[in-house]
């Protein structure tokens, strides 16, 4: 039996075995383990199966849909948008007449979560205040999770999130997302949805 050897014969030999050493000492390297608090964060995002999005004004509140359905995206969790209708201490506590703008708003909310595959639940309250509402709402649904669209707008002698927002931070039993849309932002948003 006659060897020969060949250069090309001994390129493709190195060139294989180089190529497969490098696969089996990819495949067997340790990954560095994760941070600590990084596994349960994953963990508990994973866990959310219902989120609440109260809608307060029409512009910041759809923004917050948008928000949520992001966030929900991979997940699969149920969607509830609520608009809360404050009313007065004067008047009584009754569901107002049909107003073309909460249906607008609910449309507008509705309409931006069925874009990211999910078929929210809708509802309209009314209530003396809206935190109030909207901390019994989360109780009500047993929300995992609210996420709120505030403007930039606060009212004097109110915190930088504003009342409604800063009663549901203090009380809700579950996480809250508050997302507050700067100045430069809030005429990019319509306030009117046609």
């Not at 966030?71 to 004067?90: D, T």
Request: include cysteine; charge should be positive; aromatic fraction near 2%.
């Amino acid at each position: 039996m006659n060897l020969v050897l060949s250069p090309l014969g001994i390129t493709l030999a190195v060139a294989f075995t180089v190529g497969l050493a490098g696969t089996l000492g990819w495949m067997l390297r340790v990954p560095p383990p994760a941070p600590r608090g990084a596994t349960s964060s994953v963990r508990s995002v994973e866990a959310i199966r219902k989120v609440l999005v109260p809608i307060l004004d029409l512009g910041a509140s759809v923004r917050a849909v948008e928000l949520a359905a992001r966030l929900n995206q991979g997940h699969k969790a149920e969607m509830v948008i609520v608009y809360v209708h404050e009313i007065p201490l004067q008047a009584p506590l009754a569901m107002p007449e049909k107003d073309p703008r909460i249906q607008r708003a609910l449309d507008a909310a509705a309409f931006i979560a069925t874009q990211h595959a999910i078929t929210p639940r809708t509802k309209v309250n009314v209530a003396r205040q809206a935190g109030h509402r909207i901390v019994e709402i989360a109780l009500e649904e047993n929300a995992d999770l609210i996420v709120m669209g505030i403007s930039h707008q606060n009212r004097p002698n109110e915190s930088p999130l504003g009342r409604v927002a800063e009663h549901v931070v203090r009380n809700a039993h579950c996480e809250v997302v508050v997302d507050r849309v700067p100045r430069q932002k809030v005429s990019l948003i319509p306030t009117e949805f046609s």
